[in-house]
């Protein structure tokens, strides 16, 4: 079976401090993305990163990165110089399926962060 | 490129009643997804279309439940006899798929309709 898990319910993290979020999954395939999306209070659902399996290279977009460590099928994100705005729930995402069965995603439970000001 | 909308955002009914989602993909996606999320949950996959053909269904979408995409663009979700256990947030997200490369395609999500059946 496919799965995501997100073992943090609650993170908190003070302004302009770096946080790292954990997400852990499995998988028996060998090329496929993962995503991180956040859900701030007004509940719509934003991509913050997507990695790929076949590079290497870890994905930075801004203040956010990802620590891919796909032998132990590890997908971590750190967020830096945090600031307020960035509260929200944080989600880890995986496609099932293959070619044939679109992308449709599996999303761990969700990380709760909160920034202290 | 105005993103993925979705009507209406908000919806109250009564338990039995008949209610209709709309979504409005980003124009040039042809990949639409239906998701559903209930409060802490994460979204829980329903169904997905490519251009118009619905591809994959989930268990979770009973025979109560029944998507749409006529032309490839909008698609439409009716939830027929209500039940209290189908108050949820409803998202959906669009995506394009290309021919080339790897198929994972990447998934932008509107702002969902919140179901309240009373």
């Known amino acids: 079976a496919q799965t995501v898990t997100q073992s943090q319910p609650e993170m908190s993290v003070q302004e302009a401090e770096t946080v790292t979020l954990s997400c852990t999954y499995d998988?028996?395939?060998?090329?496929?993305?993962l995503f991180w999306y956040k859900q701030p209070p007004s509940r719509q659902m934003i991509l913050v990163i997507r990695q790929e399996a076949y590079k290497q290279q870890n994905a930075t977009e801004n203040r956010f990165s990802v620590n891919f460590q796909k032998a132990a099928k590890s997908f971590s994100l750190k967020i830096s110089d945090s600031q307020l705005g960035d509260a929200a729930m944080y989600f880890c995402a995986f496609p099932l399926g293959g070619e044939t069965s679109g992308s449709r995603l599996t999303f761990g439970e969700g990380t709760q962060l909160t920034v202290n000001p | 490129d105005t993103g993925v909308s979705q009507n209406p955002r908000h919806k109250i009914t009564k338990r039995g009643q008949n209610v209709t989602f709309r979504c409005d993909p980003i124009?040039?996606?042809?990949?639409l997804y239906w998701y559903r999320q209930t409060l802490g949950q994460g979204p829980e996959f329903l169904t997905y279309f490519q251009n118009e053909a619905q591809l994959e269904k989930s268990r979770l979408l009973s025979d109560r439940f029944s998507a749409e995409r006529p032309k490839g663009s909008f698609s439409t979700l009716e939830i027929q006899r209500t039940e209290q256990g189908d108050s949820a947030m409803y998202l959906c997200?669009?995506?394009?798929?290309?021919?080339?490369?790897?198929?994972?395609?990447?998934?932008?999500f509107g702002p969902g309709t919140r179901l309240t059946v009373l």
């Open positions: 124009s040039e996606h042809n990949r």
């Open positions: 998988t028996s395939e060998s090329d496929y993305y």
């Open positions: 997200a669009s995506s394009f798929a290309g021919t080339s490369g790897t198929y994972t395609d990447t998934q932008y």
